[in-house]
C-alpha cells in the first residue's frame, strides 16, 4: 500500500428538504385548513478516526463528499425524511485543517473519535406552521436550508512512542528491521526511506511504537532534501532515538545539524528526551570507538550508546534507556491492572 500523508478533499452536507404546501381535504368538511408538513434535515458529514487504517491513499482516488438531501415535506402534516449522513473515515493522528492550511479544525488522535465537519441544512416549514387566527389558510411554505460545503485539508502525522532521527544512510531502517518485523527497504544510497516506517518492539513486557523517517539533511526546514515533509511524523513522539553513522569522519557535525533543523522547525522538538546511539561500530576498532563515542558525548552531555544495527550488539540497551520516557497508554494501563487486582481481592474470601 503506498504511503500518503496529505490529501485535499470537499466536504459538503445535505441542503434541507422542502416545506409542503397543502390543505385537508376530507368529504362535507369545506374548509379543512392547512396540513402541509415539514422538510426533512439534510445529512450531516463527519470525520471518524479508526485504527485498522495507517495511509491517506483513499482520497487520491475520492475527493468529493456529499452528504444527501433532506426529502420534502408532505400532505397530511408528514414530515419528510432526514437525508442520510456521510462518515470519512481517517486513520488516528490525522489533522483536520482549513483550506488556508494553517487553521486546525480538529485532531483525530483517539481511535472512535468522532468531529462534526459539515452540518446538514434545516428543513423548511409546512404551511401549517404558519396557520394564525388572521391567517388560517397559508399558501406557503419555506424551501430548504442549504447545507455546509467547504475544502479541508488532510494531514497524517504518525502515531509513535520513538522517533528515529539522523542523516541519510546512518542505518536508520536496519536498526528498524532488526528490533521490529518491520521490512522497511534498506540499500546502500541516500534517502532510501521515501515513506514513514513504523514497528512495533517490545522492551520490558511493555510495547514500543517506533517510527522511522527519512533522512534529515542541512535545509531540511525549508524543504531541502525531502524537506520538512516529513519532520511532522515526529511531533507525536515521546522520545527521540538519534542515530549517527559511526563510519564518518566526524560524528560531532551529522549530531549538531539534526539538532539544528529541529529546532528551526519548531523549538518543542529539541525539548524533547534524547538518546543518542553511534551505530554501525562494527566497522571501527575499539580505540577509534572510545574516541568517537567520548567526542559526542562531550557534545550531546549525555551518555552515548555504541551499536551495530546490521551485528545486533548493543541494542537492547539503547532500547532500556528510550523505554523510560515512553509514556503512552501505559498509566492507565497500569491503573487498569491495580483496579482488576483489587477487584480480584474484594471478591476473594477464605473459606
Known sequence: MKFLDQAKIFV???????????FRREKYIE???PNGGDGGKGGSVYFEAVENLNTLIDFRYQQHFKAHKGY????????????EDIVI????????VAEDGETVLADMVEPGQIFLIAKGGDGGRGNTQFKSSTNQAPRYAEPGWPGEEKWVWLRLKVIADVGLLG??????????????????????????TLHPNLGVAWVDGYEMVIADIPGLIEGAHEGTGLGDRFLKHVERCAAFL??????AEDVVSPYKVIRKELELYDEKLVNKPEVVALNKCDALSEKDIKQKVKALEKACGKKVYAISAIAKQGLFDCLIDVNRYIT??????????????????????PV
Open 167 to 192: 542523516l541519510p544512510n546512518a542505518g536508520k531502517s536496519t536498526f528498524l528491521s532488526v528490533v521490529t518485523s518491520a521490512r522497511p527497504k534498506i540499500a546502500d544510497y541516500p534517502f532510501t
Open 89 to 96: 473515515k481517517v486513520p488516528v493522528g490525522t489533522e483536520i
Open 72 to 83: 420534502n415535506g408532505s400532505g397530511s402534516e408528514k414530515t419528510g425524511a432526514k437525508g
Open 242 to 247: 538519534h542515530i549517527i553513522d559511526a563510519t
Open 12 to 22: 459538503k452536507s445535505g441542503d434541507g428538504g422542502a416545506g409542503c404546501v397543502s
Open 328 to 349: 503512552r497508554d501505559r498509566l492507565k494501563k497500569n491503573r487498569e491492572e491495580v483496579a482488576a487486582e483489587e477487584q480480584q481481592t474484594k471478591g476473594w474470601s
Open 31 to 33: 374548509f379543512g385548513g
